[in-house]
C-alpha cells in the first residue's frame, strides 16, 4: 500500500490550513482489516454497459486492460488494481473542474470492473449531496440492480466526509480505498471512523493512501487558484 506523505503542520490560515488538510496522512490509526473480500460472490451482469444521457456518461469497462502485461484480473494484487483504479477515480477529479467543483473522483470496483465513476458535482447541480461517492453509489446501484453493495470496492480520490461515509455504510459496501486524508472533515479516519465503529451495524476495510500526493496535488492547485 502506498502511504502519503504526512500533513505539512502549517501553521498559516485559512486557504493555507484548508490545502494542509489535504495534504496527506495524519497519524491516524490504520485499520487493521484483512485485504478486501474475495470476488465472485455477486448477481450483477457482467459487461453491460448502461448509457447515461448526460455529458457525464461513463461506461464499464476492464480495469485490468491498461495495466502493464497483465492479462487477467487474478493475476493482478489488489495493489494494483487499487492503482488503475485510482487512475481512473483522479481523472474523474479532474472533470470536476470543468465546473469549478472541488476536484474528488470515484468509481466503484464489482468483479474487477468499474461499474460507476463520478465526480464532485456540487457546484455543477447546486446539490449539497452531490458528492463524487454519493453519485457513484448511485450509479453503481442502479447498474447491479439493487442497493446492497457489499460485493463492489468504492475508490475515491480523498477521504470521504460524514455524508459519504454514512452512504457507504448504507449501502453496505464490501470495501473502501481512499487517496489523501481529509483531516478536517474525514469520516473514515481522520475525525470520525465510521468504517469501524462496533455500535454501527456494518463495518468495512479501509484501504488509504493509494496515490495520494497526485490527488493531494489536484486540490492544492485548486485552491491556489481560487487565492
Ligand atoms: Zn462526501
Given at each position: ?38 470476488a465472485g460472490t455477486c448477481d450483477a451482469h457482467p459487461g453491460r454497459v448502461r ?7 461513463w461506461?464499464a ?46 468509481v466503484v470496483l464489482h468483479e474487477g470492473k468499474i461499474i460507476a465513476a463520478r ?17 457513484a453509489l448511485q450509479d453503481a446501484a442502479k447498474h447491479l440492480g439493487r442497493w446492497r453493495l457489499q460485493d463492489c470496492t468504492l ?15 448504507n449501502a453496505r459496501i464490501g ?53
Amino acid at each position: 500500500m502506498t502511504v502519503g506523505s504526512c500533513a505539512t503542520g502549517s501553521r498559516e490560515s485559512g486557504q493555507d490550513r484548508k490545502v494542509a488538510a489535504f495534504s496527506g496522512l495524519a497519524r491516524v490509526p490504520q485499520i487493521a482489516w484483512p485485504s478486501p473480500h474475495p470476488a465472485g460472490t455477486c448477481d450483477a451482469h457482467p459487461g453491460r454497459v448502461r448509457e447515461r444521457p448526460n455529458r457525464h456518461a461513463w461506461k464499464a469497462c476492464e480495469v485490468q486492460a491498461s495495466v502493464g502485461s497483465n492479462p487477467t484480473p487474478s493475476a493482478m494484487s489488489d495493489h494494483d488494481i487499487h492503482e488503475v483504479a485510482m487512475q481512473a477515480a483522479l481523472e474523474q477529479a479532474r472533470d470536476a473542474l470543468n465546473h469549478d467543483d472541488v476536484p474528488v473522483g470515484a468509481v466503484v470496483l464489482h468483479e474487477g470492473k468499474i461499474i460507476a465513476a463520478r465526480h464532485n458535482e456540487r457546484e455543477n447541480y447546486q446539490d449539497p449531496t452531490a458528492h463524487a461517492e454519493v453519485l457513484a453509489l448511485q450509479d453503481a446501484a442502479k447498474h447491479l440492480g439493487r442497493w446492497r453493495l457489499q460485493d463492489c470496492t468504492l475508490v475515491v480520490t480523498l477521504e470521504p466526509c460524514v455524508m459519504c461515509a454514512g452512504a457507504l455504510l448504507n449501502a453496505r459496501i464490501g470495501s473502501l480505498v481512499y487517496g489523501a486524508a481529509d483531516l478536517k472533515g474525514g469520516a473514515t479516519a481522520s475525525l470520525y471512523n465510521v468504517s469501524a465503529d462496533p455500535r454501527l451495524n456494518h463495518n468495512f476495510p479501509v484501504t488509504h493512501g493509494v496515490l495520494a500526493a497526485e490527488s493531494t496535488t489536484l486540490l492544492e492547485q485548486f485552491f491556489a487558484s481560487r487565492r
